[in-house]
């Protein structure tokens, strides 16, 4: 569970004020809202990439901190290291985030064989997105955390 207590994010403007939410275990939830009001800030801040104003943020009743290996963000496409191929980001989660799941199940299942080891700067906008959706199916974390998944995947992967 993610527990929200009273939290208040400012930036150019008011984000959210003391609002509390409790984000049950096994659900997927959507957060819906109109362009620039705050849906990225909200998520960074879930992750500590941000800090709220006020209040509290907990995962399991622990703070991120202490559940880093079961939350997972990887914000956008533009994080991405053109330099680097998608194997190399693959590995590098693999490593970081305790799994069964294997990469070469993965790389198939997104039918990635043909790019994977090419760099990123080859990759259409379609081919960065099943590569950032494979990284969170490969973290296996309890908690992800995503922003636009969908953005530029044809309707087959959506």
Do not use: C
């Not at 801040?45 to 907990?58: C, D, E």
């Not at 880093?68 to 994080?79: L, P, T």
């Not at 590995?91 to 043909?114: A, G, L, Q």
């Not at 990284?135 to 309707?155: C, H, V």
Request: avoid cysteine; charged fraction near 30%.
């Amino acid at each position: 569970m993610i527990e929200i207590r009273n939290v208040s994010i400012e930036t150019r403007h008011n984000i959210l004020k003391d609002a509390n939410y409790i984000f049950d275990d096994g659900k997927i939830y959507g957060i819906v809202a109109i362009n620039g009001s705050g849906k990225t800030t909200f998520f960074r801040t879930l992750v500590k990439l941000l800090h709220q104003s006020s209040g509290q943020i907990k995962f399991d009743t622990k703070s991120v901190d202490e559940l880093r290996k079961n939350v997972f963000y990887y914000e956008s496409q533009e994080w991405l290291d053109k330099n680097l191929s998608g194997m190399d980001y693959l590995r590098f989660v693999s490593s970081m985030w305790p799994s069964d799941k294997r990469i070469d199940s993965i790389v198939e299942y997104w039918s990635m064989e043909e790019y994977v080891k090419l760099p990123i700067k080859k990759y259409s906008l379609g081919m960065k997105q099943r590569l950032i959706i494979s990284m969170y199916q490969l973290s296996d974390a309890k908690f992800m955390i995503m922003d636009e998944l969908t953005n530029g995947l044809d309707e087959e992967n959506r």
